[in-house]
């Protein structure tokens, strides 16, 4: 079993930073691929990036690349999402959410339903 917590989240205006964290128990962290996903009030979930369990693969949605970073340490289990240059539409509930799918450290996975653990979600809030 793999809890997650997420922090992190606020009101900011357009073109700030935030940076999301996801705080996880459980000692098989380091061979979990990690994710972040998204909802907007009214549209369904979305993936925003990914990482291996290695670290060394990531992988973004086009509508983030360039501007969000994601990032973990195996040795505190965290995974973290920097966000730069933020947009009123990136305004959701980021969750943060754990995959056991892949066999290989560097894969990554991208779809909800690869992912076995979840996050209660921080709410993001971009002004315009």
């Known amino acids: 079993q793999v809890q997650l917590v997420e922090s992190g989240g606020g009101l900011v205006q357009a073109g700030d930073s935030l940076r999301l964290s996801c705080a996880t128990s459980g000692r098989t962290f380091s061979t979990y691929c990690m994710g972040w996903f998204r909802q907007a009030p009214g549209k369904e979930r979305e993936f925003v990036a990914a990482?291996?369990?290695?670290?060394?693969?990531?992988y973004y949605a086009d509508s983030v690349k360039g501007r969000f970073t994601i990032s973990r340490d195996n040795a505190k289990n965290t995974v973290n999402l920097q966000m730069n240059s933020l947009k009123p539409e990136d305004t959701a509930v980021y969750y943060c959410?754990?995959?056991?799918?892949?066999?290989?450290?560097?894969?990554?996975?991208?779809?909800?339903?690869?992912?076995?653990?979840w996050g209660q979600g921080t709410q993001v809030t971009v002004s315009s």
């Open positions: 990482i291996s369990w290695s670290g060394d693969n990531t």
């Open positions: 959410a754990a995959s056991s799918r892949p066999h290989h450290p560097s894969v990554v996975v991208t779809r909800i339903k690869e992912y076995d653990y």
